[in-house]
């Protein structure tokens, strides 16, 4: 079992930045992809961005490339989401997420991911 904590979320203007984290505790999860959603009112659940367990492989979703960028450090258990030049239609609740699969690729499709965290709420303002 996995347990995933995101945190960094807040009210931010449009244009500055923001980080994201995902500590993750209960196993060693070097080996296992991780993905960031985000899920706006009265709207569906969307992929944001994955990247795999080595790091090596990462994965975006159009309306974020250039801006977003994914990382993670695994001794740190820890992955981030920097979000630069937010927008407001960035504003949802994002969610960090893991496979439970060893060594399974990055995917943009929730129904993939085992495991998430509670989510963090971004709100940026215009």
């Known amino acids: 079992q996995v347990q995933l904590v995101e945190s960094g979320g807040g009210l931010v203007q449009a244009g500055v930045s923001l980080r994201l984290s995902c500590a993750a505790s209960?196993?060693?999860?070097?080996?296992?992809?991780v993905g960031w959603f985000r899920q706006a009112p009265g709207k569906d659940r969307e992929f944001v961005a994955a990247?795999?367990?080595?790091?090596?492989?990462?994965y975006y979703t159009d309306s974020v490339k250039g801006r977003f960028t994914i990382s993670r450090d695994n001794a740190k258990s820890t992955v981030w989401l920097q979000m630069n030049g937010l927008k407001p239609e960035d504003t949802a609740v994002y969610y960090c997420?893991?496979?439970?699969?060893?060594?399974?690729?990055?995917?943009?499709?929730?129904?993939?991911?085992?495991?998430w965290g509670q989510g963090t709420q971004v709100t940026v303002s215009s």
């Open positions: 997420a893991s496979r439970k699969a060893f060594a399974a690729p990055p995917t943009s499709s929730a129904l993939m991911y085992d495991y």
């Open positions: 209960g196993r060693t999860w070097r080996n296992y992809t």
């Open positions: 990247i795999s367990g080595s790091g090596g492989n990462t």
